[in-house]
Nanobody, 117 residues
Framework: QVQLVESGGGLVQAGGSLRLSCAAS????????MGWYRQAPGKERELVAT???????NYADSVKGRFTISRDNAKNTVFLQMNSLRDDDTGVYFC???????????WGKGTLVTVSS
């Protein structure tokens, strides 16, 4: 019933850019905090960026200044603009939705980003 569908991944050369999208359905999107996480080959899933229902953002140190998270509540969509990509940005990027104070997290299936150098 709840669906988070990521799109926008692909193969890009180092220094290039990609814009990821996550379209949500089955939730009241405007009251949920949203986030992007990634999992590199052989590594654990890690936080990339989050944005609260009020628009407050948080970023992993490794992506600060390069990535921007944003949301469009009218379209039930969260975005991740990725610039100056490096080969260590490679991984599967997952979208997450969470309502503050609640235990349930919803996850998308992920979209693959491959950065070549």
């Amino acid at each position: 019933q709840v669906q988070l569908v990521e799109s926008g991944g692909g193969l890009v050369q180092a220094g290039g850019s990609l814009r990821l999208s996550c379209a949500a359905s089955g939730i009241i999107f405007s009251i949920y905090s949203m986030g992007w996480y990634r999992q590199a080959p052989g590594k654990e899933r890690e936080l990339v960026a989050t944005i609260t229902s009020g628009g407050i953002t948080n970023y992993a140190d490794s992506v600060k200044g390069r990535f921007t998270i944003s949301r469009d509540n009218a379209k039930n969509t969260v975005f991740l603009q990725m610039n100056s990509l490096r080969d260590d940005d490679t991984g599967v990027y997952f979208c997450r939705a969470n309502r503050f104070g609640y235990v349930i997290n919803y996850w998308g299936k992920g979209t693959l980003v491959t950065v070549s150098s």
